[in-house]
């Protein structure tokens, strides 16, 4: 796995009830955004990630539906974390708008997180799927995954854009599927590192046995990083 | 944005200098001031009407969305019609709380005024809602002391048309500004909205907007003089005007499972 940004948790400020620190002088927790095309696997990316992690770590997950409360439903039908760690925010038709232009619904919906269920350590913020310009804003999370899969075609990594450039971890999910829909996988890994340099990516396939590992540990560093960041 | 119902300026603004020519210096500048003249210019407005000031709206139909599903809004001529009745009640009524709460007025009082104007309690719950995010853009974009005693009386969000009158006036604009704030967000938010619900014509909303403007200022202006008068006479003397419809189908949206809009 490659190198992360170089800095990798500039100072933010989001004009709300809480800063960077709780009242005690902690970290707040760890806000990561995951977003990508329909259909790529982010819901079940967040279901995976939750049944990894929740042993260890105090998790949250705000989802960004389109037009229902599915994706928050199917967690909550999986049982992945209770009830009240899932939040769902109506996006208006426009899921890119509310993770990047007017990220306001979705600061009020961690901070409600925080407030109800916190302290916590993780907050998952899934973007409804979208396509592949999406990319969160830096005053809502603290580091992005923009998850694509083989079936979506392997040239998605050449073609490039926001998401598969700039996300701090390129998410290519299903591998599974690749020989049936005939993706070049080393050639998608080839396309995603001249697109990203030395940024990392991860390649995954959910329906293996501790499929989502590859991701959990990026999370887990980039938790190990946030913990330890100056104050 | 000078108007026909802009009130004349003392000393007769508009009176144009001995030799024929436009007045100039101070007179001229408040000539093209908008009708409150107050301190704050017109930039700061457009800032604070823009449909992109990240505070949340993009989110919300104003009743378009359940009045599209019960066949009431299908053209640009159905969507004029939603528009006019909502700028003459709903906007009306946010209109007079901003213009109050631009005007000094308690915005505590102003709140539980909302609330007593505000009969749907999906309603209520979405102006709270809506009060909390555009008080956290407010106070990214204009911090002010008062700002921040609202946002710690009301963790949980002040009515948006408080919050919306109250930054306002930590932008430095008058009463009337921020009912025009107020009074353009009651339709431009609706006329966006149908667009996207109905694929209409973008330029067809747009010259919604454009035809609807006339009755905006006449809004602002009866919302402005009601804000005067709640100065002397409590938030009692603030439009009331509420439409039953509107209530009714936003009680009935907020059960939907299925929606694009939040309201």
Redesign the interface.
């Known amino acids: 796995m490659h190198l992360d940004h170089a800095d990798t948790y500039p100072p933010r400020h989001?004009?709300?009830?809480t800063g960077l620190h709780r009242p005690d002088g902690t970290r707040r927790a760890l806000r990561i955004g995951l977003g990508g095309p329909v259909g790529s696997g982010k819901t079940a990316t967040v279901a995976a990630l939750c049944r990894a992690l929740r042993d260890r770590l105090s998790l949250a997950v705000v989802t960004n539906d389109?037009?229902?409360?599915e994706d928050a439903e199917f967690l909550l039908r999986n049982a992945v974390l209770p009830p009240e760690r899932i939040t769902a925010?109506?996006?208006?038709?426009?899921p890119h708008?509310?993770i990047r232009?007017?990220?306001?619904?979705n600061?009020?919906a961690v901070e409600e997180l925080e407030e109800t269920v916190g302290p916590l350590d993780l907050i998952l913020v899934e973007s409804g799927g979208d396509n592949l310009t999406a990319t969160f804003s830096k005053g809502l999370v603290d580091a992005q995954v923009f998850v694509i899969d083989v079936a979506g075609g392997d040239d998605i990594p050449r073609k490039g854009g926001p998401g598969v450039t700039t996300a701090d971890l390129l998410v290519v999910n299903k591998t599974d599927l690749a020989p049936y829909v005939g993706s070049d996988l080393a050639r998608m890994a080839r396309d995603a590192e001249a697109q990203r340099g030395e940024l990392p990516v991860a390649f995954t396939s959910l329906v293996a046995e501790d499929g989502v590992r590859p991701i959990a540990d990026w999370v887990n560093a980039r938790l190990a990083a946030w913990t330890a960041a100056p104050a | 944005m000078p108007t026909n119902e802009t009130p004349p300026t003392p000393g007769d603004a508009r009176a144009p200098a001995a030799d024929g020519r436009p007045a100039d210096g101070p007179d001229r500048a408040r000539q093209w001031s908008p009708v409150g003249g107050a301190p704050g210019g017109v930039g700061a407005l457009l800032v604070l009407a823009d449909g992109?000031f990240?505070?949340?709206?993009?989110?919300?139909?104003g009743g378009a969305e359940a009045a599209v599903a019960a066949g009431r809004v299908h053209d640009a001529a159905s969507l004029e019609a939603f528009c006019r009745g909502r700028l003459h009640t709903a906007g009306l009524t946010a209109a007079g709380l901003a213009a109050a709460a631009a005007a000094g007025l308690d915005p505590l009082a102003l709140d539980d005024a909302a609330d007593a104007r505000t009969p749907s309690s999906a309603l209520r719950a979405t102006a709270r809602?809506l009060g909390?995010?555009?008080m956290?853009?407010a106070?990214?974009t204009w911090p002010s002391p008062e700002l921040d005693a609202l946002a710690a009386a009301r963790?949980r969000g002040a009515h948006q048309p408080v919050v919306l009158g109250l930054t306002a006036r930590a932008a430095g604009l008058g009463p009337p500004d921020a009912a025009y704030a107020a009074g353009y967000e009651a339709v431009s938010g609706p006329a966006t909205?149908a667009v996207?619900?109905l694929s209409l014509d973008p330029f067809d909303a747009t010259a919604v907007l454009a035809r609807l403007a006339p009755e905006l200022d006449q809004v602002v202006a009866r919302a402005a003089d009601a804000a005067r008068r709640a100065l002397d006479e409590g938030p009692g003397a603030l439009p009331a005007a509420s439409a039953p419809l509107l209530d009714i189908a936003a009680e009935q949206h907020a059960t939907w499972?299925?929606?694009?809009?939040?309201s």
Do not use: K, M, N
């Not at chain 1, 389109?66 to 409360?69: L, Q």
């Not at chain 2, 990240?54 to 139909?61: F, L, N, Q, T, V």
């Not at chain 2, 499972?257 to 939040?262: I, T």
């Open positions: 989001t004009y709300g009830a389109i037009y229902t409360r925010v109506e996006t208006g038709a426009c708008t509310a232009d007017d990220i306001s619904a600061l009020e | 992109r990240p505070a949340g709206g993009h989110a919300h139909s809602r909390r995010q555009l956290r853009a106070r990214a963790p909205a996207r619900l499972s299925v929606r694009l809009f939040a």
